[in-house]
Each structure stands twice: as structure tokens, then as C-alpha cells.
């Protein structure tokens, strides 16, 4: 077997400069068209140990290994020269982001053709010929037409595609892609995928590197979980997602949120981060009478100016009730006016028609001088946490200017001991230590930040809590802790959320009523379970479909 | 193995060229400090006494830096001069930080059309040559040391007017502008607590490095007679009365030039160092 791998890695170590190594000792082999998929969260050395094997890892770094084949021959100790002859043939690489992958002054023809110029000696026409047949191997529609575009002009999904093409322009025996889906939509994810499961069919190995177990799941034939710099788990996809041996491992599979129920833990119990609160037992079935309306929107229109003048509708027509202690969850695409609907519900944009309503009275139509005082009643929680919050402050300013406002509102002196109690009590709740209090936000850790957000949120006693895709860029891990953590909160509050997310799987775990838009439409609507169980609408449908799931 | 030497070596060694220059910027700036604020304590002289009988004296003992052609004592008035110098910069580049705020405010606040007015009052300004617009300035409201200072810091306004506003408008669009909206806070609120400090604080560094500038443009102003007049202990003023004997008398220019280069380079090290400490915090 390892006489014909197409990679074969044995013993591999990465370090930078004086510091500890980041890859401690990894090895693995990928035959021709296998599949192997390298999972870790963020800081694992998943990503270093890609770029080793292409010797990308920089000029500070440190590798060595007992073998580093590629195609049967060792490229250990290549100079910078050698690995330019071999990148693009031997090996082809598809990187996460393919904004920043393309050059944005060249169209995509050329930069395809480049390394058909570098490595081949077909000329001119049949170069142009062949980057054709590659756009059209990885389907890019009108390929005749879309080399002359630059990578600005095209869709996220389109780019990714242009850089696969890129990278089998040779027809690498060996293609290591990194988070290749990552950045992109679920609809567009899953055709991605599908387009590495093709190539991985063609006889290519593929080596896929993730945060996602869920995404991996669909192509990969076997998987190797990294952590720390080391590979705790490996084998064949089923065996390794079915029965997990590993204590990591079995917390990964654990945290994917799609298929569990609403009110399941996703985190383990004795995690470092659990709150020191005693938890509440399992939650009540969910209540079949729907509380009081606490929010409504009604007819939400709203639309922006394009750079040419004319008026794009972003929201079009957008009605929903919020009942009171349940969840909302709005899912869509990027560009479907979530976000939007957010900034309306929020009243930080006024919409065209319709408003909103809260507690049954007028909410988005009356003047911010009167909306401010009842402002505390809405949290809000936002996807980048760091940027929320005034990079000059501490998280015990920020909390206190949050805590202040409340106060204020209730005539209550801001340095009062009760509001320091306060302080203390709502770290508590969101599970941080107090010695988080003289940080700075840039000095904590993602999920540290989301709870800080959590807790600036609940700082004003808020009955009604936005989350615009809180839990995004977190990895699954600490995702799951921060999806329990607000579980846990709206249920000792009685909080009602509005949970807007992209992520189909964590918007069917944390949801008890679903709202699917796509181009500012509401487009189905309706219990989660309903929803999810049975979607009427074709476009639910085909969401649905492309979600990744284990084993799916 | 030796690409890591090299990459070790040249990392510890600009740490260390830095901590010499920023030492030794930061012992000038003492110096130049106690020279403005106590000179008797560095020349108990008086800087206007003349002694025509020392008159032209080259560097001795018995006084440094020389004398001028009335037999004043160098040293002492370079010392003395150094408030001058430093006051004006200090004034020039609050003059121009101060308008530079208010009118950067004013465009990035105020909406579209007083953005519009300012945009292009601020292209008038800088339509001229920093120290062309000085020049104007003085011939209509008369030189000295008062309109010298004035003049350097409209000067300088524009400049930092459209880096005020350039800031803003990025720190107003930012997330966490928007966070203290939900939180309720009126738009002063806003303004006082979050815009400006984020806005201001970068500016910090630029007026460090303008101060040294500022130095400049005063003693140019004073070297061609628009500042202070000529007996006074004034760099600038002293550089233009060496012209005249420069060579014959090389220290009456010499020495003014020298402490106008060191002060500016001392503020722009300083600056620049200051700069790269926010930066890493």
C-alpha cells in the first residue's frame, strides 16, 4: 500500500522559532482516490501540517519528519526552488478563502492558465482550450464566457470553483484542500462537496482539512481527529463518528447541534467553562399553548439604494410573531435579509411599511427618544463579538456601561455594592471567572467574548433577546457551550429569542418556531419540528437537503 | 538552521537599536524639558546680557558654544530658547489639533452638506503649501511670535481635519457604536464616550510627530524674520542673525541648527515610539 500512497506522512513535527511544536508527531497515508479528512478546531495544527506537506508552513518554521513522500518520492529538505516544480503537479491546494486565493486585477482564465504555462509545453490556444475544459469540469456554467471575469465578479461558490479548477489544472495526483467550504452557503456548500467527491472518484486523493465533522462526514472515507498537535483518532468515517473511542472525540461528535432536540446538552456537563449555577433539570416537554405575542413584525419592507441608483429590496413583506419564552429561528442564505430583519426588529433601520410592535405597542414607528427607555428590554447578541464591544474598554467597563444603563433607569446609583453584586452575579451566569473583569475583549478567547456579549445582552434585564448568528465563528466545541449557555439562560429567565443563523443544524436544535427566508422573503414559516420534519416549500426542501450531517 | 540564526539574530537586535534611540530621545526630552521650564537651573546666565569685549569668541571654557557679535553667550541663549521653540510647537500643534477637531467633527457628524462645505473649504487649504498658507496668514495680521504660532498651526489644521473625519466615519459605522444604540444611549452619549476617544486616541501619535514639525516651521518663520525679532533667544531668529557671519562665526548657526534637528527628531522618535507601544497593547 504505501509503495503506491499517494502521500505518505510519518513522524511529522512542525515548531516555530523557540516555541513549543504545534504538530507533535503525525502520521498517515492517503491511497489514490481515498478521501482522508483532518479534523480540529481552531489552534489543533491541522492547517500547519497541510502547509507542511506543500512546504508552505514559512520561513520560521520548523519541519521534520521520519518520511514526507509525495507520489512515492521524498520531498524532505526541498529547497524553495525544487518545491516550485512540484507544487500545482505533484500536489494542488484549495484554500477556505477564495477571495484572497485569486489575484482581484486578473481574470480567472489567466490565473488558471498560469501553471499550465509553468508546468507544460502546450502553447497559447491549447492552454486556453484547457482552462475551458476546466471550468467546465467544475462546473462553472458558460465557462467560454467566465474566463475573461475577474475574481470580484464572481459568487462565492463560483470563486471556489475557479480555484479547484486551478488547482487539478495538472491533474495533481494529490489535492489538499483547506476549510474549502467553510465560507460558503449550505446550498452552495453541498455543491462543492459534491464537486471533491467527483474528483476524489477520478483516482485523486484527497486530503481535507475541517472544523467540521459534519461536512467531512459526506466525502471522506476515513477521518482523523487532531487536537493539541496530535492525531487522538483515526479510522473509517463510520467507525470514527459511529463509535468514538477517544474522550475528545466523543465531545466533538456530541456538539453537533443538527438532529438533537431542542433542549439536549451539546457540551459536556463538567467542562471547564460550566457555569458554578446549579443547572436546572431537563427541561419541560415543549408546551404546546404558545404563550402571549411579545414581538411582532408586521409587513417589514425594506430596501437599499445600489451603487447605480436603482433600489434593492433586501426585506420584502416580512411578518412574524415572537411568543413569549420560546425561540425564533430565522434561516437563510447570506444575502437573504436576515441580517436586515435584525437591524428592523432592533428599530437601528426604519423600515419602508409595516413595523414592529412590542408588548402590543408601536415599537418601530415612534421617535428614538421615546423607544430609548424601553431599549433595555431588547438585548441584542451579535456574530463578531470583539467588534460589539469599544476596544479601549475592560469587560468590567463594559459590563458596568451596560449594568449603568439599567440603573439609570431605575434611579439606582451607578458604583452602588448591588450593581458591583451585580457584576459578579452576571459573570456567573454566563459561566466566566471573575478575573476576565480587567481584560481586554481582544485578550479573551472567541467563546469567552460571546459570553461577555451574552452577559452585556442581559445586563438590562431584557425579556427579549436578537441573536444575529451568534455562534458562527466559534468552533463546534465551544458553539455548543455558548448554544447551552443560552438555553440555559432563556430558561431561568423566561427570555424570548429571535436566533438568526445561516446554520441550518444549530437553528433546528435551538428553535421552537422557524422562519426560512431567501431574497427578503419569508418563504415558509412554522413550528421547528413541522418545519424541519416535513418542509413544504421546494426552497426549504433543497436547504434542508444540503445540510451536512453525520453520516448523512 | 542558519536561516533560524538569522531570523533569531535580526529579531533581537532592532528591539535593541530601538531601546538606544528611544533612551536616548527620552534623556533629550528631559533635557529639553527642564531647559524650558527652568533654564537657570542649565544656564544661569542672562541670555540678552551683552559683553562687547567677548564679542566673536569661538567654543572655549568659558562659554561652550561661543559668543554672537554683541558677546552674548551662546549656550545660555540656546537654553533659553528652548521654551520658545518648544511652546510654539506645543501651541502650534494644539492650534492645529484643536481646529483639525472641530472641523473633522463638524464633517463626519453633521451629515452630507456640512461634510460637502468642509470637504472643500479643507481642498482650499491644502491647495497651498503648509508654509505658503503661514506665509499669508502673517502678511495680513503682522509677524511675531504670537502669529507665527497661529499661522503653524492653521497650517497644519487641514491635515489633521481629514484624518479626524476619515476616522470617525470608520469608528461610526462600527459595531460597537451600533451595540450602544441597543444598549439605549443618546447620540452624545455615543459620541463622548465611544467616537472620540477611539477617533482621538491614534491622533495622539501624528501630533507627537507634528510637534517636531511645528518646531520646524516655526524657526523658518523666525529665520526669515516673521517670528520672533531678533534679540530674542529664538532659534530660528538666532540661525538667521549667524547668516550673516557664517564664515567667520560658524557657531552662532551651528548650534541653533542643532538643537532645532535634535528637538524634532526627539519628538518624532518619541512619537514613533509611542506609536508602536499602542500598536502591541
Redesign the interface.
Known amino acids: 500500500m504505501s509503495a503506491t500512497a499517494a502521500l505518505t506522512v510519518h513522524n511529522l513535527r512542525v515548531g516555530f522559532?523557540?516555541a513549543e511544536p504545534v504538530v507533535r508527531g503525525v502520521s498517515f497515508e492517503i491511497a489514490p482516490g481515498e478521501c482522508l479528512a483532518i479534523v480540529g478546531e481552531s489552534g489543533s495544527g491541522k492547517s500547519v501540517t497541510a502547509r507542511s506537506l506543500l512546504g508552505l508552513a514559512g520561513?520560521?518554521a520548523?519541519v521534520q519528519a521520519d518520511r514526507l513522500d509525495l507520489g512515492g518520492r521524498s520531498v524532505q529538505g526541498l529547497t524553495d526552488r525544487a518545491w516550485e516544480s512540484r507544487r500545482g503537479k505533484d500536489v494542488g491546494l484549495v484554500l477556505q478563502d477564495a477571495l484572497v486565493s485569486l489575484d482581484p486585477l486578473r481574470p480567472i482564465g489567466r490565473e488558471i492558465a498560469d501553471s499550465l504555462r509553468l508546468h507544460t509545453t502546450l502553447g497559447a490556444a491549447a492552454r486556453a482550450r484547457r482552462v475551458i475544459e476546466l471550468l467546465d469540469a467544475v462546473g462553472l456554467p458558460d465557462p467560454a464566457h467566465q474566463v475573461q471575469k475577474r475574481s470580484g465578479q464572481l459568487s462565492g461558490g463560483e470563486r471556489q470553483r475557479a480555484l479547484i479548477a486551478a488547482a487539478i489544472a495538472l491533474d495533481p495526483p494529490l489535492l489538499i484542500a483547506d476549510e474549502p467550504t467553510t465560507a460558503l452557503d449550505v446550498t452552495v456548500q453541498a455543491q462543492i462537496l459534491a464537486l471533491l467527491e467527483q474528483i476524489k472518484r477520478s483516482g485523486t486523493a484527497l486530503l481535507l482539512i475541517s472544523h467540521d465533522l459534519a461536512v467531512v462526514s459526506r466525502i471522506a472515507d476515513r477521518v482523523a481527529l487532531m487536537h493539541d498537535g496530535l492525531l487522538i483518532e483515526s479510522g473509517p468515517t463510520e467507525q470514527v463518528l459511529g463509535s468514538p473511542q477517544h474522550e475528545q472525540t466523543r465531545s466533538m461528535v456530541a456538539a453537533v447541534p443538527a438532529d438533537k432536540p431542542r433542549g439536549t446538552r451539546l457540551s459536556p456537563m463538567d467542562s471547564p467553562a460550566a457555569r458554578t449555577i446549579p443547572r436546572s433539570p431537563a427541561p419541560a416537554p415543549t408546551a404546546t399553548e404558545q404563550g402571549e405575542i411579545v414581538l411582532e413584525a408586521i409587513g417589514l419592507t425594506r430596501s437599499f439604494r445600489r451603487p447605480d441608483g436603482s433600489r434593492q429590496l433586501a426585506v420584502d413583506d416580512v411578518s412574524f410573531a415572537l411568543h413569549r419564552g420560546s425561540t425564533l429561528g430565522i434561516v437563510g442564505e447570506s444575502g437573504s435579509g436576515k441580517t436586515t430583519t435584525a437591524r428592523l426588529v432592533?428599530a437601528?433601520l426604519e423600515p419602508e411599511q409595516g413595523e414592529v410592535q412590542l408588548f402590543g405597542r408601536p415599537w418601530s414607528s415612534i421617535a428614538e427618544k421615546k423607544r430609548?427607555?424601553?431599549?433595555?428590554g431588547?438585548?441584542?447578541i451579535?456574530q463578531?463579538a470583539l467588534?460589539?464591544?469599544?476596544?479601549?474598554r475592560s469587560v468590567a467597563e463594559i459590563l458596568a456601561?451596560?449594568l449603568g444603563?439599567a440603573l439609570t433607569?431605575s434611579r439606582g446609583s451607578r458604583r452602588s455594592p448591588q450593581s458591583l453584586a451585580r457584576l459578579t452575579t452576571l459573570l456567573d451566569e454566563v459561566g466566566l471567572a471573575g478575573t476576565v473583569l480587567s481584560r481586554r475583549p481582544l485578550e479573551l478567547s472567541g467563546g469567552q467574548r460571546q459570553r461577555v456579549g451574552i452577559a452585556?445582552a442581559l445586563a438590562?434585564r431584557p425579556e427579549i433577546l436578537i441573536c444575529d448568528e451568534p455562534v458562527s465563528s466559534l468552533d463546534v466545541s465551544v458553539q455548543a457551550q455558548v448554544l447551552d449557555l443560552l438555553d440555559d439562560v432563556q430558561r431561568e429567565r423566561g427570555l424570548s429569542l429571535i436566533f438568526i443563523s445561516h446554520d441550518l443544524g444549530v437553528v433546528q436544535h435551538i428553535s421552537d418556531d422557524v422562519a426560512v427566508m431567501r431574497s427578503g422573503r419569508i418563504v415558509e414559516s412554522g413550528p421547528a419540528a413541522r418545519v424541519f420534519a416535513a418542509p413544504q416549500h421546494p426552497y426549504s426542501v433543497q436547504l434542508l437537503k444540503a445540510v451536512p450531517r453525520l453520516l448523512g | 538552521m542558519q536561516?533560524?540564526l538569522a531570523?533569531?539574530s535580526s529579531q533581537s537586535v532592532r528591539p535593541r537599536r530601538l531601546a538606544v534611540a528611544e533612551g536616548l530621545a527620552g534623556l533629550l526630552a528631559l533635557f529639553l524639558l527642564i531647559a524650558a521650564v527652568v533654564p537657570q537651573f542649565l544656564a544661569p546666565g542672562d541670555p540678552l546680557a551683552i559683553d562687547p569685549l567677548a564679542a566673536f569668541s569661538p567654543p572655549t571654557f568659558a562659554h561652550g558654544f561661543g559668543t554672537d557679535e554683541s558677546g552674548r553667550d551662546i549656550y545660555t541663549r540656546v537654553v533659553h530658547g528652548t521654551q520658545y521653540s518648544l511652546v510654539i510647537g506645543l501651541a502650534a500643534t494644539a492650534i492645529g489639533l484643536g481646529l483639525g477637531v472641530v472641523l473633522g467633527t463638524l464633517a463626519g457628524m453633521l451629515g452630507p452638506v456640512v461634510d460637502f462645505t468642509v470637504n472643500r473649504f479643507l481642498e482650499v487649504l491644502f491647495a497651498f503649501p503648509g508654509l505658503l498658507l503661514a506665509l499669508l496668514f502673517i502678511l495680513v495680521f503682522g509677524p511675531g511670535v504670537a502669529t507665527a504660532t497661529i499661522a503653524v498651526g492653521l497650517s497644519t489644521a487641514p491635515g489633521y481635519a481629514r484624518i479626524i473625519r476619515a476616522q470617525l466615519i470608520a469608528v461610526r459605522g462600527?459595531?460597537?457604536v451600533?451595540?450602544?444604540?441597543?444598549?439605549?444611549?443618546?447620540r452624545w452619549q455615543i459620541l463622548a464616550?465611544?467616537i472620540l476617544?477611539?477617533t482621538l486616541?491614534p491622533l495622539f501619535v501624528l501630533a507627537t510627530l507634528g510637534v517636531g514639525q511645528a518646531i520646524v516651521w516655526a524657526a523658518t518663520l523666525s529665520y526669515l524674520g516673521l517670528g520672533a525679532e531678533p534679540p530674542t533667544a529664538e532659534w530660528g531668529a538666532m540661525l538667521s542673525a549667524g547668516r550673516t557671519y557664517i564664515t567667520s562665526a560658524w557657531w552662532m548657526s551651528f548650534f541653533p541648527g542643532v538643537f532645532i534637528v535634535l528637538t524634532a527628531v526627539t519628538a518624532t522618535v518619541l512619537g514613533r515610539s509611542i506609536d508602536r507601544r499602542m500598536r502591541h497593547a
Not at chain 1, 430609548?372 to 433595555?376: A, F, Q, S, T, V
Not at chain 1, 467588534?387 to 479601549?392: A, E, T
Not at chain 2, 451600533?178 to 443618546?186: K, P
Open positions: 522559532g523557540a520561513g520560521n520548523r432592533l437601528l430609548r427607555g424601553r431599549r433595555p431588547v438585548g441584542a451579535y463578531d467588534g460589539s464591544f469599544d476596544p479601549r456601561d451596560a444603563s433607569h452585556r438590562g | 536561516a533560524e531570523a533569531y462600527a459595531a460597537f451600533e451595540a450602544a444604540t441597543v444598549l439605549g444611549r443618546t464616550r465611544h476617544p477611539n486616541a
